[in-house]
T-cell receptor
Framework: QKEVEQNSGPLSVPEGAIASLNCTYS??????FFWYRQYSGKSPELIMS????GDKEDGRFTAQLNKASQYVSLLIRDSQPSDSATYLC??????????FGQGTRLTINP | NAGVTQTPKFRILKIGQSMTLQCTQD?????MYWYRQDPGMGLKLIYY???????DKGEVPNGYNVSRSTTEDFPLRLELAAPSQTSVYFC?????????????FGPGTRLTVL
């Protein structure tokens, strides 16, 4: 069974600091990696996608992928209270059959 | 564009009742998906469809049925509701299932079975 594991939360980070979220996956054939943000009571919202080894930056967000280690991470720089949410890692061979991790709840403390 | 819409937003069912969760997308996406999310957990794929008339099972299909007669609509049918089906249900869609395609989610339906 394909598995996606995220670091257990909740994670508490001071405002302005860097939040680091981690995810490992079991299927070496995975080609697509996504980070979704989910506010309480809301639906998942895509914030980052990454397909190749290395870093991908988008504003305050950086996704890092290491296929050899089967590891993907999300860094949030200059964390804001509005970043407080649950972050879901999703992995798949494509968009068709994504496997989601259990999520990491992040709280940014003012 | 409204994106992916779901109805109803909330529903309470009694054990043994049946209902249909509606999902519609206006992005002309070919692929559509149904997930359930239990409290504090990630999303589990129930069923998905790669086009009108084509559906396939996901990870947790038991107790559910789907159909896809049009590109826009992908209803999820619950027969003989059980307390274990208490969950939040999300519908999603993507243009295709390729490496760089992205799933977009509807607002969800919160279902309680008592």
């Amino acid at each position: 069974q394909k598995e996606v594991e995220q670091n257990s939360g909740p994670l508490s980070v001071p405002e302005g600091a860097i939040a680091s979220l981690n995810c490992t996956y079991s299927d070496r054939g995975s080609q697509s990696f996504f980070w979704y943000r989910q506010y309480s009571g809301k639906s998942p919202e895509l914030i980052m996608s990454i397909y190749s080894n290395g870093d991908k930056e988008d504003g305050r967000f950086t996704a890092q992928l290491n296929k050899a280690s089967q590891y993907v991470s999300l860094l949030i720089r200059d964390s804001q209270p509005s970043d407080s949410a649950t972050y879901l890692c999703a992995v798949g061979e494509g968009a068709q059959k994504l496997v989601f991790g259990q999520g990491t709840r992040l709280t940014i403390n003012p | 564009n409204a994106g992916v819409t779901q109805t109803p937003k909330f529903r309470i069912l009694k054990i043994g009742q049946s209902m249909t969760l509606q999902c519609t997308q206006d992005m002309n996406h070919n692929y559509m998906y149904w997930y359930r999310q239990d409290p504090g957990m990630g999303l589990k794929l129930i069923y998905y469809s790669v086009g009108a008339g084509i559906t396939d099972k996901g990870e947790v299909p038991n107790g559910y049925n789907v159909s896809r007669s049009t590109t826009e609509d992908f209803p999820l049918r619950l027969e003989l509701a059980a307390p274990s089906q208490t969950s939040v249900y999300f519908c999603a869609s993507s243009w295709a299932g390729g490496r760089t395609d992205t799933q977009y989610f509807g607002p969800g339906t919160r279902l309680t079975v008592l």
